[in-house]
């Protein structure tokens, strides 16, 4: 069983920055497809960056240039550095992996005021 816990988010002004941190139950993220996603209430769940087991990366149109997902395979850790937050970023983020199943965490809120 993959547990996935994330940790980092918080209250934050516009223009500012955080870091959203995931801890893995086991060594996943340097064999595996990892990801961040974000929900607002009434939207569906959207892809915000991912990562292959190869380092490739991902991003959404609307974070490009602004955030950068990483990991440290020796640490089981998943990161998603956030600068230059706008309002429209507030939303509940998860980390995703894919273990031969999908496995989520329970979800960071990250609330940007303006």
């Known amino acids: 069983q993959v547990q996935l816990v994330e940790s980092g988010g918080g209250l934050v002004q516009a223009g500012g920055s955080l870091r959203l941190s995931c801890a893995a139950s086991?060594?996943?993220?340097?064999?595996?497809?990892a990801a961040w996603y974000r929900q607002t209430p009434g939207k569906q769940r959207e892809l915000v960056a991912s990562?292959?087991?190869?380092?490739?990366?991902n991003y959404a149109d609307s974070v490009k240039g602004r955030f950068t997902i990483s990991r440290d395979n020796a640490k089981n850790m998943l990161y998603l550095q956030m600068n230059s937050l706008k309002p429209e970023d507030t939303a509940v983020y998860y980390c995703?992996?894919?273990?031969?199943?999908?496995?989520w965490g329970q979800g960071a809120q990250v609330t940007v005021s303006s």
């Open positions: 995703y992996a894919w273990v031969f199943a999908d496995y």
């Open positions: 086991i060594s996943i993220f340097s064999r595996n497809r």
């Open positions: 990562i292959t087991s190869t380092g490739s990366t």
